[in-house]
């Protein structure tokens, strides 16, 4: 049998985890807890019982019945799914972590450019490059606090018509609630204090 493992992070603690799941194998399996644990690994891989089938061996019938049948099976699909999801997320934010660094560098000192005598030299970035990494910086903030990136023409007519109705609202409350006006007539003193 052709064992086609995935890297797992730490194949001991997912046999300890497997072992925990899976009380309710036979006694007699022929498949040991290593070949059950790269069929599910092979499998989380390619979605398919088919190729568990032809790269590991194991027969189809066999697969099926684990699948439908055994509770370890979704189990370990799922922390399978979520340990390498979160093992994903972390080299992401890497490099986002880098490529931002290296942004913020060209931003602040420019970018290297080669000169005729070989020299190289920090060469100030573009208006027009600087501003596309504002505008990609600041789509990508809004995204991430769940603001919208751009508004439509549409949500600002319905908007605008919003706030058009208010300020009738407003006014029309105003006209009801205004108190007459009240003449006032300026008179100088003559009082030498007061100048």
């Known amino acids: ?33 290593e070949q059950k644990l790269a069929v599910l690994t092979e499998y989380w891989i390619t979605g398919s019982l ?7 061996g194991v027969p189809m019938s066999t697969l099926v019945y684990w699948k439908k049948n055994s509770p370890w099976w979704d189990e370990q699909i799922t922390q399978l799914s979520t340990e390498n999801t979160a093992r994903f997320s972390a080299k992401q934010r890497k490099i986002i972590d880098k490529a931002s660094d290296v942004v913020m560098d060209r931003l602040e000192n420019g970018d290297f450019q ?25 789509d990508k903030d809004r995204i991430a606090q769940a603001l919208p990136t751009n508004y439509n023409s549409s949500s600002v007519d319905a908007f605008t018509q919003v706030l058009g109705k208010l300020a ?21 003193s003559e009082d030498p204090k007061d100048k």
């Not at 001991?12 to 807890?33: D, Q, V």
């Not at 070989?118 to 596309?132: F, L, Q, Y």
Request: some cysteine; charged content about 30%; hydrophobic content about 35%.
């Open 168 to 188: 009738e609202v407003g006014q029309t409350m105003q006209q009801n609630t205004q108190k007459p006006a009240i003449d006032v007539e300026r008179v100088d």
């Open 1 to 33: 049998m052709s064992q086609q493992l995935a890297k797992i992070d730490d194949p001991e603690r997912h046999k300890a985890e497997l072992y925990k799941s899976i009380n309710e194998w036979p006694e007699g399996s022929k498949y040991s807890l």
């Open 50 to 56: 088919r190729a568990v089938e032809r790269n590991l």
């Open 114 to 138: 080669v000169m005729r005598d070989g020299n190289t030299v920090r060469k100030p970035v573009s208006c027009r490059d600087a501003s596309i990494v504002m505008a990609v910086a600041f």
